[in-house]
């Protein structure tokens, strides 16, 4: 779980359909939205990308936990999620890898700071497109 993390559920009818942690990205000034989850029935409706800017539009206007007026940036491999997303004049695309960073790397940083020990344990390392946005919302 993100340290200093805000977590959201999405309901429609008092029915879960989605949800959305954010978190600040202390090292960009900004956000960062990540663990977005689209109930299977209600994938392809457009109800995460919906979630996804009125949460985020929140956060813009300073309305979120830290009162910040910060856009946010968002990671997926989700090819349709990534084409809606550069489809949307709210985003702006900023980057992309091929695959994920080097997994030995962030395993050393986890030994380091004592949390870790637990063998195969460490993210990156993964074969998949990773594409990048920033959330600049209604400008």
Not at 45 to 51: C, E, L, S, T, Y
């Amino acid at each position: 779980m993100p340290p200093a993390a805000e977590y959201f559920i999405g309901t429609i009818n008092g029915e879960l359909v989605c949800h959305l942690v954010v978190c600040p990205m202390f090292t960009a000034n900004a956000y960062r939205a990540t663990r977005l989850v689209v109930m299977p029935e209600w994938q392809g409706a457009g109800v995460g990308i919906r979630f996804l800017n009125e949460i985020l539009q929140m956060h813009l206007e300073g309305k979120g936990r830290c009162g910040r007026e910060l856009g946010t940036f968002f990671h997926t491999t989700h090819p349709q999620l990534c084409s809606a997303l550069r489809n949307q004049p709210k985003w702006i695309y900023t980057k992309s890898m091929l695959y994920g960073a080097n997994k030995l790397r962030s395993i050393k940083s986890i030994m380091k700071t004592g949390k870790g020990g637990i063998v195969g344990s460490g993210y990156g390392g993964h074969f998949r497109a990773i594409q990048a946005f920033k959330y600049i919302g209604n400008e």
